[in-house]
């Protein structure tokens, strides 16, 4: 679940699971209260994940975590960096952190901290810092299952230049992003969208109307994958508004 990009199917069979639980019992456990936070951010129920990373927070988050983080607090920052419920400047500030504990043990934990940091760049129109993050995290991403982070990173990257007018920079990572979605079967996927309006914004700089209209329709009627963060809601409108 660390990613927070989990495939509906298993969201499901994790929700079934869950089901015996109170949310009492589920917030005594700092752990288990992390995971339901990403099953229901990836359900598209922000405010149920909210609430248990809320809750995870009052837990004993000091000693080893399930997942494989050195820490269930690191775990938890990555858990936060992702919902982003603080603001842009807590998202980067825990995906920091991540960055800074994790960076030992395995390119996993690297690419999730590599992938916040680079996103709250963008948002925070330091689009130079965002490349380096993001960069690094696509250098890491190299395994199959990385599929849907290398084109969120490769969106983002697509932002990032053309806020810099690096035209030729931004047209490789947007046509890279897209292509990955077809290669992987993620047309379905949270990533599609962020790929989408990349390649749109490239088409719309390069004066090609007609298929930027017709990517922008196509990643607009995906805007309900974005439902569990609002900070990612906020984002993509703003840029199909432009």
């Given at each position: 679940?660390?990613?927070g990009?989990i495939?509906?199917?298993?969201?499901?069979?994790?929700r079934?699971?869950?089901?015996?639980?109170?949310d009492?019992?589920?917030?005594a456990?700092?752990?288990?209260?992390i995971?339901?936070?990403?099953?229901y951010?990836?359900l598209?129920?922000?405010l149920q994940?909210?609430?248990?990373?809320?809750?995870?927070?009052r837990g004993?988050?000091?000693?080893?975590?399930?997942?494989g983080?050195?820490?269930i607090?690191?775990s938890?920052?990555?858990?936060?960096a992702?919902l982003?419920?603080?603001?842009?400047?807590?998202?980067?500030?825990?995906?920091?952190y991540?960055y800074?504990?994790?960076?030992?043990?395995?390119?996993r934990?690297?690419?999730?901290?590599c992938?916040?940091?680079?996103m709250a760049?963008?948002l925070?129109d330091?689009?130079?810092?965002?490349?380096?993050?993001l960069?690094?995290a696509?250098?890491?991403?190299?395994?199959?299952?990385?599929a849907?982070?290398?084109?969120?990173?490769?969106g983002?990257?697509?932002y990032?230049?053309?806020?810099?007018?690096?035209?030729?920079?931004?047209?490789?990572?947007?046509?890279?992003?897209k292509a990955?979605?077809g290669?992987?079967?993620l047309?379905?996927s949270?990533?599609a969208?962020i790929?989408?309006?990349?390649?749109?914004t490239v088409l719309?700089?390069?004066?090609d109307?007609y298929r930027?209209?017709?990517?922008?329709?196509?990643?607009t009627?995906?805007?309900?994958?974005?439902?569990?963060?609002?900070?990612?809601?906020?984002?993509?409108e703003l840029r199909w508004?432009?």
């Amino acid at each position: 679940c660390t990613s927070g990009l989990i495939a509906r199917d298993q969201a499901e069979a994790m929700r079934s699971l869950l089901a015996d639980c109170t949310d009492a019992e589920i917030g005594a456990d700092p752990q288990l209260a992390i995971a339901a936070a990403w099953l229901y951010w990836s359900l598209g129920e922000g405010l149920q994940a909210q609430r248990y990373a809320v809750a995870a927070e009052r837990g004993d988050l000091e000693g080893p975590s399930a997942d494989g983080a050195s820490s269930i607090r690191s775990s938890l920052a990555n858990l936060n960096a992702t919902l982003a419920f603080r603001g842009v400047h807590e998202m980067l500030a825990d995906a920091e952190y991540v960055y800074a504990t994790e960076r030992e043990t395995g390119a996993r934990w690297v690419v999730d901290s590599c992938r916040s940091i680079g996103m709250a760049n963008v948002l925070l129109d330091r689009p130079a810092e965002a490349i380096v993050a993001l960069r690094e995290a696509l250098m890491l991403a190299t395994a199959p299952e990385h599929a849907a982070a290398r084109i969120v990173c490769l969106g983002y990257l697509a932002y990032a230049a053309a806020d810099l007018g690096r035209w030729p920079d931004a047209r490789k990572w947007a046509r890279e992003a897209k292509a990955l979605i077809g290669e992987r079967d993620l047309s379905r996927s949270l990533p599609a969208p962020i790929a989408l309006t990349a390649k749109a914004t490239v088409l719309v700089h390069d004066g090609d109307l007609y298929r930027a209209a017709q990517d922008l329709a196509e990643a607009t009627a995906l805007g309900h994958l974005f439902a569990g963060a609002r900070w990612m809601t906020a984002d993509m409108e703003l840029r199909w508004g432009e």
